[in-house]
């Protein structure tokens, strides 16, 4: 079995595991680059310790203790969540201050798409028209009137990309005036202000719901809508859906005058996540997302991430990046909001990771966190926003979500994303209608199965066909040509749609 | 202003408030029955008070104190929520014992209706395909498939109803092993064995999500099957929707080979809730749905109740009719469950009550969970079942719930509800596809704007010209017809379809 040394993904001089990199993992006696012989079988994504790890030592990776083996672990032995335990996260009180910024790289220059300009400022990367909702009583009602919109409408105003419901579950059963209550609601008023719905807000309420409608309404809009199901106006149903139509038409007339016109990459809003993560993440498609979101920055445009237990255990990396001290400071307010959040539920920042983390060799929310948090790139942080806020700087900011995809999605879209970036390395069908959602995975077996439903390979890095660098210009390529419409993203080709979820750490009635 | 005197509506002889019954309201100098002279305008529904009820004095409807006078509130006088403070909900370690049952009514039989029998002993009214989930990253999947069952495969199998996807929001992105994380899980779980669908279970899964797609198998069911998005088997989405399409069709081949039987009106599981309350709630919808009910637990079929912020207030009027002990205690155990969820979250029980409630007359959550109770009419209380727990008991069932629309509907159907009842005073086109949904309204109003929406106008109780009684039979009748397919519900006819919402009281992740 001891043929030839096996190349293995040592990343960080001071690590004492490296990742299996063979398809099919690796057998008993199978000698690694560095000459270390397996003790036993390695599974394809799965650590193998380096050197002697005695019970209650340290195991690094990224340069970085992502546990503490619970059991000797000697060199050549598969080290697994089962062979350890998790590490105390970095505390919130106690995290260093920003650190001087290293000198700017040059700004990126005369990079464009073309986009949809609103009013405010944005920039839509679609026309779409979106349906927003106070309260999930009235779905039933809005899915009927999208199907008619999709099929009687849209062929008449040829401009107009498509109509969204921005269905939900909140609204009405639900503790409204609950402290925590702020966040579905701004969530909510905030998805109808996404770039990509061209400043038109379209409210359907039903009447007696506690979110009430006109709460929806932008102050100042004249454009703006409402139009409550209870309204005395409507006899039945027909007279009820009529009334809807004729209220969307109004707002596709003005949007199918939009055209596209040349904007500059600063006018870019991209969110970007993970989901269904494996070994590998951290290694191959995360990495080139941060080298992706650096060039965004360095363009003038904005990169939001996102995903608060993913970055808990990396805080304390993030913190010397804070671009100021309000910044670090409602860094580590989000994540000590969350802690209480999880606590009150009998839960940690542990309750993250998956069996399929698991089984694809992430052993436990420290690993998964330094290889999530390689998403934000190197860039300073500009900022930091709660749940459900709109973001309101340029450069990289930090918007505090669960990690969930689709609730970090709807967030991410309610704090103006305009084009969506989410890693996989075991693969979802994941895709947001409301804004173009690129699917970049992790290794080439998922790439290569499923063919078309994702939008790049970044298996390459790790067989060392490509750079981090090199794929993540190609990203960056990739994410001009999806928002200037240029590129339909597989998800969008195959017509997949998933429905937004709200974050409501409140209770419900 | 002072001619002829006006009838309104006052329940119980001790009460010191009625309610308006005239359509658009009353004006100052209006005289009630009683003689009151009204000494200010009072919308419909709204009540006025009797006697002059000092500051501190309490506000008596259905012979219960509602709530404590804010300010003095002389006879004649608009008395509505802002003049009143609520009073201590009833404690729950103090609870009074089962009272002795009367002897129960003669039992009602000779009923039935044509109902799909399962193998599991309980009766389908509908023969639905349902596509179980375990996580909401395959629900975009899912709809395409449910769209392409629709369109090619019903067709051929013309004793299946319909197909329903049982897409929802939890599954991953959750934290598993929180301590009621039970509800969620046992949630889906018995979503899938709900009677209309037959027994026949199809789960489609991700692969690596914490919500294991193998735990929504019956144990020892053959017939069950699952199959997973990621399963290496799928090259690409169109193989990945052959296989569930393939799948579907083992169970559409079984659905399509079941035929009606005549079946007792035993097998009835009729889940009752009620969404857009007015103060004819109490008074018409509810106590008719009572009626009905108490016809079901006659006839020996099972009635279940929901919506505990609902019944917190009326939980001492509920206490005496347990049929023991343990129910006795369960219900305390219920609603202690829920104070404890609400005030981990800055809330309470009058978190309930929407501006709707308000509009409409009610003027609180005691006054509010009176009429709300009023739903299970005078039954024993045969057994309290927890959130996502399936029901096992005849007669009436207490299904602690939460009361918003949705979340109730769902846990219900998990709960194993055949036919739901839905009563609304202000109007909500709620349906759930997966059991017929009628809709029962408090007032006429209602019923002649919606009259394609609504199923059951008991408005007429109000006016006079019909009784609780004689619409609590009709309301029995139709609910026969209704299981026997012979009529489709209002919003059936429409084709309205509701999500699904789960009740997840434990953090997202
Ligand atoms: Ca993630
Ligand atoms: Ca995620
Ligand atoms: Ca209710
Ligand atoms: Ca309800
Ligand atoms: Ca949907």
New binding site residues.
């Given amino acids: 079995m001891t043929e030839a040394t096996i190349p293995a993904l040592k990343i960080h001089g001071a690590d004492n595991v490296s990742v299996v990199l063979t398809e099919g993992g690796l057998q008993p006696g199978a000698r690694l680059d560095d000459g270390t012989e397996l003790r036993e079988a390695v599974p394809f994504g799965h650590k193998v310790a380096l050197e002697d790890i005695p019970r209650d030592g340290v195991i690094t990776r990224y340069g970085v203790t992502i546990g503490i083996a619970s059991e000797d672990l000697p060199r050549g032995t598969w080290v697994n969540e089962h062979r350890m335990r998790l590490p105390e996260p970095p505390a919130l009180d106690d995290l260093p201050p920003p650190a001087p910024q290293p000198a700017p790289p040059a700004p990126l220059e005369g990079y464009t798409f073309e986009g949809y300009r609103n009013a405010d400022g944005s920039v839509g990367t679609r026309n779409i028209l979106a349906i927003s909702t106070s309260v999930q009583c009235v779905a039933g009602v809005v899915d009927h009137v999208v199907s008619r919109v999709q099929a009687e409408l849209l062929p008449r105003y040829p401009n107009v990309d498509g109509v969204v419901a921005l269905n939900h579950a909140y609204g009405c059963g639900v503790a409204i005036n609950a402290p925590d209550a702020i966040i579905p609601i701004r969530t909510v008023q905030n998805l109808a202000k996404n770039p990509n719905f061209g400043g038109e807000v379209m409210v359907i309420g039903l009447g007696c719901e506690k979110l009430r409608p006109e709460w929806l309404l932008p102050e100042g809009d004249p454009s703006a809508s409402v139009l409550t199901l209870q309204d005395p106006a409507h006899i039945g149903f027909a007279a009820m859906v009529d009334a809807i139509l004729k209220q969307a038409e109004e707002h596709l007339e003005r949007l199918n005058r939009r055209t596209r016109e040349t904007c500059p990459a600063s006018d870019l809003v991209v969110g970007v996540?993970?989901?269904g993560?494996d070994a590998f993440s951290g290694v191959t498609a995360n990495p080139v997302i941060g080298c992706a979101a650096d060039l965004i920055v360095r363009a003038g445009g904005s990169v939001m991430f996102s995903?608060v237990t993913?970055v808990r255990d990396a805080v304390h990396l993030l913190a010397p990046r804070c671009a100021d001290k309000e910044t670090s400071e409602a860094l580590a307010r989000e994540m000590a909001w969350y802690d209480a959040y999880l606590a009150r539920g009998g839960a940690d920042r542990s309750a993250n990771t998956t069996p399929g983390n698991k089984a694809g060799g992430l052993s436990g929310i420290v690993e998964k966190s330094l290889g999530?948090v390689a998403k934000s790139g190197s860039s300073p942080l500009a900022d930091v926003t709660g749940p459900g806020e709109r973001i309101s700087r340029k450069g990289l900011t930090f918007a505090a979500t669960p990690?969930g995809d689709f609730v970090c999605g709807t967030l991410q879209l309610a704090a103006g994303m305009n084009v969506h970036i989410f890693s996989t390395g075991r693969g979802t069908p994941y895709n947001l209608p409301a804004a173009p959602t690129l699917k970049v995975v992790t290794n080439s077996a998922l790439a290569r199965r499923w063919f078309d439903l994702v939008d790049l390979d970044t298996g390459r890095v790790a067989t060392g066909e490509a750079t981090i660098e090199t794929l993540g210009m190609e990203l960056f390529q990739l994410i001009l040509d999806t928002a200037s419409g240029k590129r339909i993203t597989a998800a969008d080709r195959l017509g997949i749609v998933n429905d937004l979820v709200l974050f409501n750490p409140a209770p419900v009635t």
Avoid: T
């Fill in positions: 996540q993970c989901g993560s995903e993913e999530s990690a």
